[in-house]
C-alpha cells in the first residue's frame, strides 16, 4: 500500500478489523514506531473529528503533527497543467506537492467535492494534483469521491456490534437542506461490498448513486420496505448524481425514527442534523452506534498510519 | 473537583496559591504526569495570553495539545435541545461534546458573552452545553459569566506583590468603545472574597454589576475617593449589565493614571487599551503588574491541568 | 547574535553552511538540545513553506512549536507609541512582545510590507514593535525588507550546487501580476555579496532597488545581456520601489526559459506562479533547485534555532 486513498487500499479487510481491534484495546503499545517521524494534515474544508482523530492517533504512535488549514493559511493553489498563473491562485500543485512532501513523513489531505461539476469533482483535483507529485504517502482525510478512513472506522464499529453472521445492512437516504456529497456513501458501499453483510441501498427517485460504486447492490425506493429486517441502518444524507449537486427533495418522510428502526442499530457519519437526518430520540437511544463510529476514527486512522510507517 | 469552571471549585485558596508557587519555582518538576494525555483547546473567541499560556502549561506537563478554532475550523454548533436542525448550525453540542470527549483527556473552551441577551449568556450555552455532555473535566478559559484562569493567576500576582496582612484593593472601571463582557470583573470579585483583602468596587452610575456576586462588597460611584489608600488597582472595563451590553459612557476621566494611583500597584487582566484604560506612563511603571499577570497564567493553568491528571 | 533578523546577523557565512550541510546529513543529531524549551509563530501573513519548514526544523532540535495566525485568531494590535487606543488596534505591541516572551524561548514573526507607504514599511513596525520590547530571541520569519531564513537556504542551495570557484549569479526581475514586496531580493542580495560569486541583477526601468543595499552590485536592464554565461539565474518578481509598491509592466518577455537558462541553474523562493514567472518546462528540467531551495529551508532554520539555542 503506497497510499491510502480508497477502502480498495485495503488488502485484507478481514486483518485489518483483528488489527484495530487490538489497537484499540493497547492504544499506546507502538508509541515508538512514530518517533522522529511526522504527519502533514493539510485542510481545504472544515473538519472536527477528522482533525482530532487522525491527530490523537498519529499522537499515539508517537509521532509529531502539522496541522495547516491550507485554503486559509497558505496560497491558493493551481491544479491545472499548463496554465498561465496570472489569475488568484498564486502557487501550482506541482511545487506545493513535492515542497511539502520535504517537510512531512505522511501526508493527510482533506478537498471536498464542489459540486458544481461532476466531471471535474470526479477528476479528484486536489487529491490527485498531489498523488502525482509527492513522494510521500498520502492518507485521504475525505475527498471528492471517498471518505477511507471513516468507512473503515464503520467497519470496525460494525464488526464490534454484529450479532449475526450475515447482518442485514441499509444505506439510507436522509433530506438535509444542503446539498452534500457522494464520498462517504461511495465509501460505506465499497467496505460493505467487501464485508459478511447483506447490503442494501434505499433513496427517493433521482438519487441514484454511481452505478460502478453501486454495482450488484439492491437499490430500492421504499424506505419502510427496505428497512424491514434490518440490523443496521446506516443514514446519509446526498445530492443528486444525475442532476449532479442538486437538492431534489427535503422530504420529512425519510427521516430515521425509532419506529422506522425498530430493534436495529443506528449509523452516521457525523455531523447529523437532528430533527432533520434523524429523530433526537434515535441518537439518545441505544441503539445509536454514532458516537463509537466517531471513536473508531482514531483507531481507522492509527491503523493506517501504522501500516504506512511499517512499509 | 470534577470540572474547572469557576473560581468556586478552587477546594482551598491558600494551598493553590501555595501550590502555583512551588511550580512557578520548578515548571517542568512534574513533567511526565501528563505524558500519553492529551489536552484539547476549543476557541470559540479569539485568544493570545490563553492560548499560548495554556499550551504552555501542558506542554509543561508532559501533555500533547490539540488547539481547534471552533467556529472556524469545524461546523457551526447547536446548542438548543429539541430543534429541527435545518438552519444554519451543522452540528448538536450534544454530539460535539461526547464525540471530542474520545480524542482528549482534558478539554478547554473559550465562549465569551454574546452581549445581546442576558439571560441567554447567563444561560452559559457553550459551556454548559459541553458539560452537560461530556465525559472529561472542563477547563473554563472565559466564559459568559467567568474567566477563572485569570483570577486564579491575578490571585497569585496578587499574593506575590502584598506587602501587607490585608491590602487594600479596589476593582475599578474604566472606559472602553466597545462593549465588553463582565467574565473577568466577575471572577476576580469572586476570588478576592476569599482572599484576605478588603476589597472594594468603583464605577459610574449605571454600571452595577450582578448583585449576588457583589455581595456584600462596598461598591462606590467616586473613583478618586475609592482610590485612596488603595494598595492595588485592578482595571476593567464592562458594559452596562442593567441596560444589558451597552456602552453607556465613555468618560476618560475614569482613565486610570499614575497621580489617582499614587503608590499603589496596577493590574489589568489584557489586552488592554492604552491612554483609553490606563495611561502609558502606568503600564511602563513599576506599579505595572500586568506583565506579571500574564506570566502567572501559565503556573494558574498548569496547577489546573495538574489538579484535574491527579485525581 | 542575539536575534535572526537579517543575513548580516549570521557571523561566518563559510562556517555556518558547513554547519548547515552537517545538519542536513543528520538532522536528529541534536534532538535533545531543544527538550523543555519552545519555539512561538507569529504568522501576521499566509505562509507555507516557512510555517512547516521551521516547525520541522524544531521538531528535528526537540523543541515544542506553538504557531498561532496572530491577526486572525489575537488581537489586532497597534504599534505606535503614545495612541489614544480608541480604534480598532485591542492590544499594544508593549504587552503582546513582553507577554509572549514569556510564554517562548525563541519567537518567530513573519510580517510582510503593506507596500502602501515606504517610510512606514522601512521602519519595520511589526518586527522592531517586538524587537524593541521582546526579552527572548526573534527570528525574521519575513518582514517588510528582509527573508533571511530564505536566503541562508538559497546560499546552501547554491553552494551545493556550484560547479566553479566563482561562479555567475544573475537576480533577475520576473513579471507578476500583483505587486509584490522587496524583501527576498534583498536578502538574496546581502548574502550573494558576501559569497564568492559574480552577482549581478537584472530589471526593467523603474524596478531599481534599494541603492544602498545594492551598493557596488553591477545593475543591467537587458535580461538577455545579462543571463549571457550565468551559472544560476535567481528569479524574482518585486513591485517598483521608487514608485513604490506599483506593478510598472507586466511584459512577459521577461519571463524565464529554458532558451534564456541555457545550461544556468534555476533558482525561486516560491510560491512561483508558472508561464508568468517562469516557464513550465524550466521547473520540470534538471536545471531547476526550487524543490531543492525549499528542503533546505528546513536545515536553514534548524541551524539558526541550534546557534539560538545554544548561546
Chains 1, 2, 3 share one sequence.
Not at 36 to 63: C, D, E, P, V
Not at 100 to 113: E, M, N, P, T
Not at 169 to 191: D, G, R
Not at 296 to 302: D, E, G, H, L, P
Request: hydrophobic share 40%.
Amino acid at each position: 500500500m503506497k497510499h491510502f486513498t480508497s477502502v480498495l487500499d485495503i488488502p485484507s479487510l478481514e486483518d485489518w478489523l483483528s488489527e484495530a481491534k487490538a489497537l484499540k484495546q493497547h492504544p499506546r503499545k507502538h508509541v515508538h514506531l512514530g518517533e522522529g517521524k511526522t504527519l502533514g494534515l493539510l485542510f481545504f474544508n472544515n473538519s472536527l473529528r477528522t482533525r482530532l482523530s487522525t491527530q490523537k492517533a498519529a499522537l499515539n504512535l508517537g509521532m509529531d503533527v502539522m496541522v495547516m488549514n491550507f485554503g486559509k493559511d497558505g496560497w491558493a493553489l493551481e491544479f491545472a497543467d499548463g496554465t498561465v498563473m496570472n489569475g488568484n491562485n498564486a502557487e501550482h500543485v506541482r511545487e506545493a506537492a513535492r515542497v511539502v512532501s520535504q517537510y512531512c513523513d505522511i501526508l493527510g489531505i482533506r478537498a471536498f467535492a464542489q459540486l458544481q461539476d461532476r466531471e471535474f469533482d470526479e477528476s479528484e483535483p486536489v487529491l490527485n494534483g498531489f498523488l502525482d507529485h509527492v513522494s510521500i504517502p498520502i492518507v485521504n482525510l475525505e475527498s471528492a469521491l471517498e471518505h477511507p478512513l471513516q468507512s473503515l472506522a464503520d467497519a470496525l464499529t460494525l464488526e464490534e456490534h454484529r450479532t449475526k453472521a450475515r447482518p442485514k445492512v441499509v444505506l439510507s437516504w436522509t433530506p438535509h437542506p444542503k446539498p452534500l456529497p457522494h464520498a462517504v456513501a461511495n465509501s460505506f458501499i465499497k467496505i460493505m461490498q467487501r464485508m459478511p453483510v447483506d447490503l442494501s441501498i434505499v433513496h427517493p427517485e433521482g438519487y441514484d448513486l454511481n452505478k460502478d460504486i453501486v454495482g450488484p447492490t439492491p437499490v430500492l425506493f421504499n424506505q419502510e420496505e427496505a428497512l424491514e429486517g434490518a440490523d443496521f441502518v446506516y443514514a446519509k444524507s446526498w445530492s443528486s448524481y444525475q442532476h449532479y449537486g442538486q437538492v431534489l427533495t427535503e422530504d420529512p418522510e425519510w427521516m430515521v425514527s425509532l419506529e422506522k428502526l425498530k430493534g436495529a442499530k443506528f449509523m452516521h457519519c457525523l455531523p447529523v442534523r437532528r430533527n432533520v437526518v434523524v429523530a433526537d430520540t434515535v441518537l439518545e437511544s441505544k441503539q445509536s452506534l454514532v458516537i463509537e463510529q466517531a471513536n473508531n476514527r482514531t483507531y481507522a486512522a492509527q491503523l493506517v498510519l501504522k501500516k504506512l510507517l511499517e512499509q
